[in-house]
């Protein structure tokens, strides 16, 4: 999200509703239980926590995201390059996305969206594609799902969902369907939540969350719940932090952190508090998604740029990418949050 009017654009702020504590009473479920090393195919995205055994261009490896101004989720091969066609797009009026922005995957490869602002999340089959119906969804007032800016589905299967206007972010359990009471919310004055993003889950469990307008990255315990203070925050300064929209994790710990006004900033592994990065990737229109692969390459979705890009490891500065997917056959417009499968 950035201040460019042509970028996104900002729902006045809501007041929390009353009981956000402790939502029914209840608490997190979403322990950390890494994946097993035969889960080839565990997605690696913006909202992940286990990194995956990918290669740069291993075949049949696929990187989704959500393409807003396009009004489709779309996948692409990462061994693709260069202006090629999706080998999946789902897009139409039966998908009931508009303008989708948020993006997330589960184990199974389902494929979760959500419309910019929107209050309902749309879930879809592995492999979907076309203008095809969503198997399930989550929405209506039980759901306190506010203006949706980020998805992330932890391993155990429960899906999170930040609310930027409300500043909460919301828990569901596996499976969860309609207008279904989420099983925990975070939030309230002792979070520092000031328009929260996206989300990623480290090898501890601690979830992450890109504080847009706080310009910070804020992390909560494992099982954090209701009014709770952060247990980490990364601000001030030296960060470089601007408008952070999107984060991820690599293999070795590493926070990469896409920021709209910054580029790409990398901070190490155990970093918190006024703290700079160890490297800032610049060059970018706005950037809105990033992932690591299996090689610790960084992908990054470029939004007004209307591309995809991988960069080495340590890539640095106004680097040149390793492969760019962009041109009119991509049709990529708008591309947001990123997600490797």
Same mark, same amino acid.
């Given at each position: 999200?950035?201040?460019?009017?042509?970028?996104?654009?900002?729902?006045?702020?809501?007041?929390?509703?009353?009981?956000?504590?402790?939502?029914?009473?209840?608490?997190?479920?979403?322990?950390?239980?890494?994946?097993?090393?035969?889960?080839?195919?565990?997605?690696?995205?913006?909202?992940?926590?286990?990194?995956?055994?990918?290669?740069?261009?291993?075949?049949?490896?696929?990187?989704?995201?959500?393409?807003?101004?396009?009004?489709?989720?779309?996948?692409?091969?990462?061994?693709?390059?260069?202006?090629?066609?999706?080998?999946?797009?789902?897009?139409?009026?039966?998908?009931?996305?508009?303008?989708?922005?948020?993006?997330?995957?589960?184990?199974?490869?389902?494929?979760?969206?959500?419309?910019? @602002?929107?209050?309902?999340?749309?879930?879809?089959?592995?492999?979907?594609?076309?203008?095809?119906?969503?198997?399930?969804?989550?929405?209506?007032?039980?759901?306190?799902? @506010?203006?949706?800016?980020?998805?992330?589905?932890?391993?155990?299967?429960?899906?999170?969902?930040?609310?930027?206007?409300?500043?909460?972010?919301?828990?569901?359990?596996?499976?969860?369907?309609?207008?279904?009471?989420?099983?925990?919310?975070?939030? @309230?004055?002792?979070?520092?939540?000031?328009?929260?993003?996206?989300?990623?889950?480290?090898?501890?469990?601690?979830?992450?969350?890109?504080?847009?307008?706080?310009?910070?990255?804020?992390?909560?315990?494992?099982?954090?719940?209701?009014?709770?203070?952060?247990?980490?925050?990364?601000?001030?300064?030296?960060?470089?932090?601007?408008?952070?929209?999107?984060?991820?994790?690599?293999?070795?710990?590493?926070?990469?952190?896409?920021?709209? @006004?910054?580029?790409?900033?990398?901070?190490?592994?155990?970093?918190?508090?006024?703290?700079?990065?160890?490297?800032?990737?610049?060059?970018?229109?706005?950037?809105?998604?990033?992932?690591?692969?299996?090689?610790?390459?960084?992908?990054?979705?470029?939004?007004?740029?209307?591309?995809?890009?991988?960069?080495?490891?340590?890539?640095?500065?106004?680097?040149?990418?390793?492969?760019?997917?962009?041109?009119?056959?991509?049709?990529?417009?708008?591309?947001?949050?990123?997600?490797?499968?």
């Amino acid at each position: 999200m950035s201040a460019s009017p042509s970028r996104r654009y900002w729902l006045p702020a809501l007041a929390l509703i009353a009981g956000l504590t402790g939502c029914a009473g209840q608490t997190a479920t979403g322990a950390y239980v890494p994946a097993a090393a035969a889960l080839a195919r565990q997605p690696i995205e913006t909202s992940a926590q286990t990194p995956g055994s990918f290669e740069p261009a291993a075949t049949g490896v696929r990187i989704f995201t959500a393409n807003r101004d396009g009004g489709s989720v779309l996948g692409f091969s990462v061994a693709s390059s260069g202006n090629v066609a999706p080998i999946e797009a789902i897009a139409g009026s039966k998908t009931k996305l508009n303008d989708p922005d948020s993006l997330a995957l589960d184990a199974q490869g389902h494929i979760y969206a959500t419309d910019d @602002g929107g209050t309902t999340v749309q879930v879809f089959a592995e492999d979907a594609t076309g203008n095809i119906k969503p198997s399930r969804n989550i929405g209506g007032s039980s759901s306190h799902l @506010g203006p949706t800016e980020g998805l992330l589905v932890d391993p155990s299967g429960d899906l999170w969902a930040t609310s930027y206007s409300n500043n909460w972010i919301t828990e569901y359990a596996p499976g969860a369907r309609g207008n279904v009471s989420p099983i925990d919310t975070i939030g @309230g004055s002792k979070t520092h939540l000031n328009t929260p993003t996206g989300m990623a889950r480290d090898a501890g469990g601690h979830l992450w969350v890109a504080n847009t307008r706080g310009s910070s990255i804020l992390a909560f315990a494992s099982g954090a719940s209701g009014n709770v203070s952060p247990v980490v925050s990364i601000a001030g300064s030296n960060t470089g932090l601007i408008t952070p929209f999107a984060l991820a994790f690599d293999r070795t710990g590493r926070l990469l952190v896409a920021d709209e @006004g910054a580029g790409v900033l990398v901070f190490a592994k155990g970093a918190s508090g006024n703290v700079a990065p160890v490297q800032t990737i610049t060059g970018f229109s706005y950037a809105a998604g990033v992932v690591a692969d299996g090689k610790n390459h960084i992908w990054v979705a470029d939004f007004s740029g209307n591309s995809i890009k991988e960069f080495a490891s340590n890539a640095n500065g106004n680097a040149t990418p390793l492969r760019t997917i962009s041109g009119s056959n991509t049709q990529l417009n708008g591309a947001n949050f990123l997600a490797l499968y």
